[in-house]
Nanobody, 128 residues
């Protein structure tokens, strides 16, 4: 069983930055892919970014590419999402997730159903 705890959310002005963290209850080197998703009011959960176990594969949603950076530190059992140049449309609850099985293509990273464990979410609100 993997437990995930997100932190770092909050209120930020448009153009500002936030850094989200996702702490895992087990050593993340034993975990396969990890990802960040978000869900805005009245919206479905959408893919934000994904990263492979060793960090060699990284994928982003087009909406955040060039502004957000995903990373992981397996020595600290933690994954991060650096959010720069945030926009009001980035407002959402952000969730981290861990895969149960290895991923073989970027489509796996982008699909919520491919992940087996989820955190409780952290709210990010961007004011204009």
């Amino acid at each position: 069983q993997v437990q995930l705890v997100e932190s770092g959310g909050g209120l930020v002005q448009a153009g500002g930055s936030l850094r989200l963290s996702c702490a895992a209850s087990v050593r993340t080197f034993s975990i396969s892919a990890m990802g960040w998703f978000r869900q805005g009011p009245g919206s479905e959960r959408e893919f934000v970014a994904g990263i492979s176990r060793g960090g060699s594969e990284i994928y982003y949603a087009d909406s955040v590419k060039g502004r957000f950076t995903i990373s992981r530190d397996n020595t600290k059992n933690t994954m991060y999402l650096q959010m720069n140049s945030v926009k009001p449309e980035d407002t959402a609850v952000y969730y981290c997730a861990v895969a149960r099985r290895p991923f073989y293509s970027d489509s796996y990273y982008r699909t919520p159903a491919q992940y087996g464990y989820w955190g409780q979410g952290t709210q990010v609100t961007v004011s204009s």
